[in-house]
């Protein structure tokens, strides 16, 4: 057992006992972290609001063996999103980043570009002139492409060709975009107007190119898109999907 210490943002917490509470923390040096806060519940703790969901702390835990659960000794506010309390699409595309934290990553698997990349959104979602749906999908890109499973967009997926902007179509199972050449493999591609893969190309891109996709209908088709890729990797539909619009 060693003694710890990072910065960790609160992605999931349920009750364990009268007095305390499981929490699962991403963390920008150790990645996924679950732990036994003792006396997490208690109206007066250690804890204090530390280990409310989307807040980021500074901890202190003790790691066990891989089999075990970790012992949260210490959490101290850092950062907390009040704008997120007064915009529901941003509070729920907010639990979606944890969601998508929690359900896509393994313990102990840090990503330091996912840390830096999920505070960097939950700062922006809410702001005024923000755009929650293309700032929620820049998230959802880098997320994949973090992890291995980004998909193909500016080459065919299946034969690696350059595209011609032309015919296109999405194949999940296939990775990404299709020429029209190899689309006949692939069963589940859907169309694909080439306006909406160069969005998907500025929503994957460092920085804030996501700004730059403000149209409602390219925005809606974007996330449909993602629904379904989103859903196809992971196996299962995420449970906030229905909750998250464009």
Same mark, same amino acid.
């Given at each position: 057992?060693?003694?710890?210490? @990072?910065? @960790?943002? *609160?992605?999931?917490? *349920?009750?364990?006992?009268?007095?305390?509470?499981? *929490?699962?923390? &991403?963390?920008?040096? #150790?990645?996924?972290? %679950?732990?036994?806060?003792?006396?997490? /519940? /208690?109206?007066?703790?250690?804890?204090?609001?530390?280990?409310?969901?989307?807040?980021?702390?500074?901890?202190? #835990?003790?790691?066990?063996?891989?089999?075990?659960?970790?012992?949260?000794?210490? @959490?101290?506010?850092?950062?907390?999103?009040?704008?997120?309390?007064?915009?529901?699409?941003?509070?729920?595309?907010?639990?979606?980043? @944890?969601?998508?934290?929690?359900? &896509?990553?393994?313990?102990?698997?840090?990503?330091?570009?996912?840390?830096?990349?999920?505070?960097?959104?939950?700062?922006?979602?809410?702001?005024?002139?923000?755009?929650?749906?293309? +700032?929620?999908?820049?998230? !959802?890109? *880098?997320?994949?492409?973090?992890?291995?499973?980004?998909?193909?967009?500016?080459?065919?997926?299946? +034969?690696?060709?350059?595209?011609?902007?032309?015919?296109?179509? #999405?194949?999940?199972?296939?990775?990404?975009?299709? +020429?029209?050449?190899?689309?006949?493999?692939?069963?589940?591609?859907?169309?694909?107007?080439?306006?909406? %893969?160069?969005?998907?190309?500025?929503?994957?891109?460092?920085?804030?190119? &996501?700004? !730059?996709?403000?149209?409602?209908?390219?925005?809606?088709?974007? /996330?449909?898109?993602?629904?379904?890729?989103?859903?196809?990797?992971?196996?299962?539909?995420?449970?906030?999907?229905?909750?998250?619009?464009?």
């Amino acid at each position: 057992m060693s003694l710890e210490k @990072a910065s @960790a943002l *609160v992605i999931r917490g *349920v009750d364990f006992s009268e007095t305390s509470r499981i *929490v699962t923390l &991403w963390t920008k040096e #150790f990645g996924k972290v %679950r732990a036994l806060a003792k006396g997490g /519940r /208690r109206l007066k703790s250690n804890f204090d609001v530390a280990l409310d969901l989307l807040t980021v702390c500074g901890i202190v #835990f003790i790691r066990k063996s891989t089999t075990s659960l970790d012992l949260l000794t210490e @959490a101290q506010v850092q950062e907390r999103f009040p704008q997120l309390r007064g915009d529901l699409a941003a509070l729920y595309a907010g639990y979606y980043v @944890a969601e998508m934290l929690s359900d &896509w990553t393994q313990d102990h698997d840090p990503h330091a570009v996912l840390f830096d990349e999920a505070l960097v959104t939950l700062r922006n979602l809410g702001q005024p002139g923000g755009i929650t749906g293309s +700032c929620l999908a820049h998230f !959802e890109l *880098v997320l994949l492409r973090e992890l291995g499973y980004g998909p193909a967009l500016d080459f065919c997926a299946d +034969c690696g060709e350059a595209l011609s902007g032309q015919g296109l179509a #999405f194949s999940a199972a296939g990775g990404g975009v299709v +020429c029209l050449r190899c689309q006949p493999k692939h069963r589940d591609k859907r169309p694909l107007a080439d306006a909406t %893969r160069q969005a998907l190309e500025r929503l994957q891109a460092p920085g804030e190119a &996501w700004r !730059e996709i403000q149209d409602p209908q390219l925005r809606s088709e974007v /996330r449909q898109l993602l629904d379904h890729y989103v859903t196809y990797v992971l196996g299962r539909r995420p449970r906030l999907l229905p909750y998250l619009g464009s």
